[in-house]
């Protein structure tokens, strides 16, 4: 009795700059996941009644726009991340920092929202960072 064989062709090795997919799934979904997070935080400071920096009070909240600031960088990485872009962890590391820095000005009037937005910051510079091992660099010929 002969066994089945698989005659499909095995998926090509990352090219050059591409990250692999496992590293592409795990950017993708830690980017996803600071995205909700911050959402989650949006909800929060609604729901509590307390206000960060980029929502105001409830009573009289800031534009739509500045609402939206937060989610700027998290959703440009997230791109990246979907794409396999060989930038990825690059842009990746400054959306962290921006999320950081927002988390930062937050400490002030809303400690635990801040500390809350600072490890949803971290959370995705360092997923980003630890994908550049799994970026293929160019070989020298």
Not at 17 to 34: D, H, N, P, R
Not at 64 to 88: E, K, Q, Y
């Amino acid at each position: 009795m002969a066994l089945p064989v698989d005659l499909t062709p095995p998926a090509p090795p990352p090219g050059d700059g591409e990250m692999s997919s496992g590293w592409k799934a795990t950017v993708t979904l830690t980017w996803i996941g600071v995205v909700i997070g911050l959402a989650s935080v949006w909800a929060v400071s609604r729901q509590v009644g307390l206000s960060t920096w980029w929502l105001g009070p409830p009573a009289n909240g800031r534009h739509p726009v500045i609402n939206l600031v937060p989610f700027v960088a998290p959703s440009l990485a997230l791109i990246l991340a979907i794409g396999g872009s060989h930038r990825t962890w690059k842009v990746g590391i400054l959306a962290g920092a921006v999320i950081m820095l927002i988390g930062a000005v937050d400490l002030g009037r809303v400690t635990r929202l801040g500390i809350v937005e600072i490890v949803l910051g971290l959370a995705g510079a360092g997923s980003s960072l630890a994908s550049w091992i799994g970026t293929p660099r160019a070989t020298s010929p």
